[in-house]
């Protein structure tokens, strides 16, 4: 069965620091992969999604990046936090038909 | 673009009373909708979908109902549990691949 793999689950991180968010599908391969985010009380922002390696797109300008170097990892990243850059952050992967997406657990990032 | 409204924002019932949370879309090609729950610190997680091709689909205590004309959709819970409570995303989808619209999410408590 697959499985999405999400950590860390909890990070505080000072102002101006470097993030790196990493994802991984089990059971699967070329699965569609996606970033959301989700501030405090709020709806899902799609951040980020990619249907191969290397092939990403971003739907929010922002001073995060994403990458997918291998088929099913995919990597959030920023080279300087943000105090807005709080929030939980959620991978999902799809099969890449019609059926719902399947969420990790998130992380919670506090930028302090 | 799809866009996808949900209400109520936030909805109390009583143990054991039904809850209905509606959505609407706007993009008369998607056909595909599947509804989430998250439960707090955790990811959202598909309790059901529809397609276009149905009308209403129905698992256990939960349902779904579609009107393609009206062009809204609707998750029917009877019999709610306290367990129930937790927020709730319906999305839109126009099939293969294609990224979901997600809705701003339902708070719903069940009250014992």
């Known amino acids: 069965s697959q499985t999405i793999h999400q950590w860390p689950a909890t990070l505080v991180q000072p102002v101006g620091s470097p993030l790196s968010l990493e994802c991984t599908v089990e059971?699967?391969?070329?699965?569609?992969l996606y970033w959301y985010r989700q501030a405090a009380g709020r709806g899902l922002q799609l951040l980020f999604y990619?249907?191969?390696?290397?092939?990403i797109s971003s739907e929010v300008p922002q001073n995060l990046s994403a990458s997918r170097p291998q088929d099913r990892q995919f990597i959030l990243s920023s080279k300087k936090l943000l105090l807005s850059d709080s929030g939980f952050y959620l991978c999902a992967w799809s099969p890449g038909r019609d059926r719902g997406y399947t969420f990790g657990s998130g992380t919670r990032l506090t930028v302090v | 673009g799809e866009n996808v409204e949900q209400h109520p924002s936030t909805l109390s019932v009583q143990e054991g009373d039904s809850a209905v949370i509606k959505c609407t879309y706007s993009?008369?090609?998607?056909?595909?909708f599947p509804w989430y729950k998250q439960e707090l610190g955790k990811g959202p997680q598909l309790i059901i979908d529809i397609r276009s091709n149905v009308g209403e689909k129905k698992d256990q205590r939960i349902a779904v109902t579609l009107n393609k004309t009206a062009k809204h959709f609707s998750l029917h819970i009877t019999e709610t549990q306290p367990e129930d409570s937790a927020v709730y995303f319906c999305?839109?989808?126009?099939?293969?691949?294609?990224?979901?619209?997600f809705g701003p999410g339902t708070r719903l408590s069940v009250l014992p």
């Open positions: 993009d008369s090609a998607s056909n595909y």
């Open positions: 990619s249907v191969g390696i290397g092939q």
């Open positions: 999305a839109a989808s126009k099939g293969y691949g294609q990224n979901f619209v």
């Open positions: 059971g699967t391969s070329n699965p569609n």
